[in-house]
């Protein structure tokens, strides 16, 4: 094991995929000649040339349906849309068409494209730059969601994504880049659909998105020292959801809070909360609490702290829970 960041497991990723296989390539803006817009594909311009890292016009929407092209002529690409946000410009390839492909050709076509982009708040960049968006993409059939917390989880997931003959949407988050953690040296992957518990606990389920992770982790520091025992669960890909993990959790605890930094109106912890109704009704002993940001628009700057979900509200919700 050595210590190294989110970001750098994300480059590390891609740097051994494309080693492996040579049909993998990766395009997007600002990939190639700056190396990310954030460094996470710094120095792969170099190892592999400008015939696999590919620096694409401003086009979203041309970057995806080239990547659904490429793919169902037995590539594998790999794009980046530089903002997550900016994923509406593609909305029609990764939503419409490449999730679909095989469906329609009766299994003859495969379309094994990796969508990555950073998404999430944190640096102030207001609204337009600043989203989690995961929840645009979860009534989708076909397409496969990723988002990955720690450094071990990104790289591990990424490859898994790469090797993956479906479309896989995969979702870094850019307030994590920085974040260190153990990663091996050795090769390893993290099967997609697969949760991970991060804290076992038993008096109460915290099911956390990404940076989320880290708030909760903060939150049952601070309950402990009030006797309350906190499980967490990241559950590391949403589309597929490891269902059974979170039942086993919540039929042991009884009670569950779901927090994720995307708006609390139709996000990922409505669809959670539902299948846990649907499965674990009779196990719970109090209603289920969501955590989000605001429905509003993020604000620039400093104030966009306001809105966001963070530790306080974490334990708030887990005080009203367990102290009715």
């Known amino acids: 094991m050595r210590t190294i960041t989110y970001a750098q497991a994300t480059l590390e990723a891609m740097a051994e995929e494309m080693r492996r296989d040579e049909k993998v390539f990766f395009m997007g803006e600002d990939v190639a000649m700056m190396g990310g817009a954030f460094g996470q594909s710094m120095g792969l311009l170099q190892e592999f040339g400008e015939e696999r890292v590919i ?52 299994g003859e076509w495969s379309v094994p494209v990796v969508v990555r982009s950073p998404q999430g708040g944190g640096f102030g960049a207001a609204c337009q730059h600043s989203q989690c968006v995961e929840a645009w993409f979860m009534n989708l059939p076909g397409l ?39 990663v091996p040296t050795e090769e390893y992957t993290v099967p997609l659909g697969e949760a991970r518990i991060v804290r076992e606990g038993k008096d109460i389920t915290i099911i956390a998105i990404q940076s989320m992770v880290y708030q909760a982790q903060e939150a049952a520091v601070e309950l402990e020292k009030e006797g309350i025992s906190v499980e967490i669960i990241d559950p590391r890909t949403v589309i597929p959801l490891d269902k059974e993990t979170i039942f086993t959790s919540v039929r042991k605890t009884g009670r569950v809070v779901i927090a994720h930094e995307a708006p609390k109106r139709g996000g990922v912890g409505a669809e959670i909360s539902a299948v846990i109704t649907e499965h674990c009704f009779g196990d719970l002993k109090a209603p289920i609490m969501r955590i989000g940001a605001l429905n509003i628009p993020l604000p620039f700057g400093l104030p966009e702290k306001y809105c966001l979900p963070h530790k306080g509200r974490i334990i708030n919700s887990v005080q009203e829970l367990i102290n009715g």
């Open 55 to 106: 620096d694409t016009p401003i086009c979203e929407s041309g970057i995806a349906n080239f990547a659904n092209g490429a793919a169902m002529a037995g590539m594998r690409p790999v794009i980046e849309i530089q903002f997550a946000d900016f994923l509406g410009l593609a909305f029609d390839a990764v939503s419409n068409q490449g999730p679909k492909f095989r469906y329609m050709s009766g």
């Open 144 to 182: 496969k969601i990723v988002i990955p917390t720690t450094p071990y989880d990104v790289k591990g997931l990424l490859k898994s994504a790469i090797r993956d003959d479906d479309p896989v949407l995969f979702l870094e988050h850019k307030a994590l880049y920085a974040v260190k953690g153990e």
